[in-house]
């Protein structure tokens, strides 16, 4: 996605409050990002920019996202390629 990266979840049912959680995680496993989340059923789109809010860039390279479901981890990896104009 242009906008950032885009991360897909499914919730059967509601969730409760701190039953659910996700993380961003650079190469070395610091956390970037801990976006917060719909806990409704359904199927929910949460965005992440790599930019920021300071619109500092991170890195070329791969990275992980970590869903948490009453204590249940997910984790999934993904790329972020290097900007063309910056080459």
Same mark, same amino acid.
């Given at each position: 996605?242009?906008?950032?990266? +885009?991360?897909?979840? =499914? ?7 701190? *039953? ?12 970037? *990002?801990?976006? %917060?989340?719909? +806990?409704? %059923?359904?199927? =929910? ?5 790599? *930019?920021?809010?300071? +619109? ?9 996202? /970590?869903?948490?479901?009453?204590? =249940?981890? /997910? &984790?999934? %990896?993904? &790329?972020?390629? %290097? #900007?063309?104009? #910056?080459?």
């Amino acid at each position: 996605d242009p906008a950032g990266v +885009r991360i897909t979840y =499914h919730l059967a049912k509601k969730v409760e409050k701190g *039953a659910l959680g996700l993380r961003i995680l650079n190469a070395a496993g610091d956390v970037l *990002a801990e976006p %917060s989340l719909a +806990r409704g %059923s359904g199927l =929910h789109r949460v965005y992440w920019n790599p *930019a920021g809010r300071r +619109r500092a860039r991170v890195s070329a390279g791969t990275y992980k996202v /970590e869903l948490t479901l009453d204590g =249940h981890v /997910e &984790t999934r %990896s993904f &790329t972020i390629l %290097s #900007d063309p104009r #910056d080459l």
